[in-house]
């Protein structure tokens, strides 16, 4: 027979279990938009680097043409 206090008990290990999965899904968001942070900042990197790269190309052409 389920007394009130294990009731009570399994009341608390459940929602201390659901506290517990709640933090971790948080923790793994987290960690997932830490991570795409970083790939954007690559990728603005690159992007930069590309148009300081078509920039040079263009100065160069024209004092070809000049």
Do not use: F, G, P
Request: net charge negative.
């Amino acid at each position: 027979m389920i007394t009130y206090h294990d009731k009570a008990t399994q009341t608390e290990t459940e929602e201390e279990d659901t506290i517990e999965k709640i933090l971790k899904a948080i923790t793994t968001l987290c960690t997932k938009v830490d991570n795409m942070d970083n790939e954007i900042q690559k990728l603005k990197t690159n992007e930069d680097n590309l148009k300081s790269k078509a920039s040079q190309q263009h100065d160069y052409k024209n004092a070809e043409l000049h």
